[in-house]
């Protein structure tokens, strides 16, 4: 059961990506604090379903979620959008 859902385009910050995407579903775009962008898809009862490398970016602080889909099958969709980012 999701206590909360994060909206499509909603965007966060973490340390702990796992936890804050625990019970989500759909597909997120990750930025990591070495500057490493991938695509995170999450179905429910799995947490992080699995993870696709996307570009090297600039490093920050912490992890930026973005949500970019909000199901698993918008994934194509999903995936073009994170490309042009």
């Given at each position: 059961?999701?206590?909360?859902?994060?909206?499509?385009?909603?965007?966060?910050?973490?340390?702990?990506?796992?936890?804050?995407?625990?019970?989500?579903?759909?597909?997120?775009?990750?930025?990591?604090?070495?500057?490493?962008?991938?695509?995170?898809?999450?179905?429910?009862?799995?947490?992080i379903g699995?993870?696709?490398?996307?570009?090297?970016?600039?490093?920050?602080?912490?992890?930026?979620?973005?949500?970019?889909?909000?199901?698993?099958?918008?994934?194509e969709?999903?995936?073009?959008?994170?490309?042009?980012?």
């Open positions: 059961m999701t206590i909360w859902e994060m909206n499509v385009g909603a965007k966060l910050q973490t340390s702990n990506p796992a936890l804050l995407l625990r019970d989500q579903e759909g597909i997120f775009r990750v930025s990591g604090p070495g500057g490493q962008v991938e695509l995170y898809e999450c179905v429910p009862n799995q947490s699995s993870i696709t490398f996307v570009e090297k970016g600039p490093t920050r602080g912490n992890y930026l979620i973005e949500k970019l889909a909000s199901r698993a099958s918008d994934r969709p999903a995936r073009a959008r994170a490309a042009a980012a």
